[in-house]
C-alpha cells in the first residue's frame, strides 16, 4: 500500500471513529455536536468523509465534547471511553521528548515546505510507529 493509500485510510478510519462517537454521544444529530464544538459544517463534513484531518487542538476540543479518550478519536488506539487524562498524564510524564519531536516535525515541514496536514500525518505516522514498538517490547517482556 502506497503512503497516500495509507493517508487515505488513516482519514477514512478517523471519520468512522468521529461518525461513531457522535452516534454514541448525547448529541441527537450532528449539527448539535458541530455547533457545541464550535466547528462549520464544511470541517466536520470533510472530517466525516475521510477528506482532511484535524489538528490536535481539534481533536482535543471534539474529544472532550464528545467524552471519548482522544488517543482512540485521532488514532485508533485503546477503546472509545478510556479516561482522557490518560493522555495529559503521557504528555505531562513525557514532555520533554514530545516538545522534541513536534520542534523537529516542525522544522522538517518548513525545511521542505509541507503543509500542516502532510506535517500532522508524518507525527501520526511516527507515533502510530513508537507505540507499535512500545507494545511489541511489553509482549516480549512478559
Do not use: C
Not at 464544538?37 to 484535524?54: E, F, Q, V
Request: charged share 25%.
Amino acid at each position: 500500500m502506497s503512503t497516500t493509500d495509507l493517508e487515505k485510510q488513516f482519514r477514512a478510519d478517523f471519520g468512522q471513529r468521529l461518525r461513531d462517537a457522535i452516534e454514541a454521544s448525547r448529541f441527537a444529530f450532528h449539527k448539535d455536536f458541530r455547533e457545541a464544538a464550535g466547528l462549520s459544517d464544511s470541517t466536520l463534513k470533510n472530517w466525516l468523509n475521510g477528506a482532511t484531518m484535524p489538528g490536535i487542538y481539534d481533536l482535543k476540543r471534539m474529544s472532550d465534547t464528545l467524552g471519548v479518550d482522544v488517543l482512540w478519536l485521532g488514532f485508533g488506539v485503546g477503546n472509545i471511553h478510556n479516561n482522557n487524562d490518560s493522555f495529559r498524564d503521557l504528555l505531562t510524564r513525557n514532555h520533554a521528548t514530545v516538545t522534541r519531536v513536534l520542534t523537529e516535525v516542525r522544522e522538517f515541514a518548513t525545511e521542505k515546505r509541507l503543509s500542516n496536514e502532510t506535517a500532522a500525518t508524518m507525527l501520526i505516522d511516527y507515533l502510530d510507529n513508537e507505540l507499535h514498538t512500545f507494545k511489541q517490547k511489553n509482549v516480549k517482556a512478559s
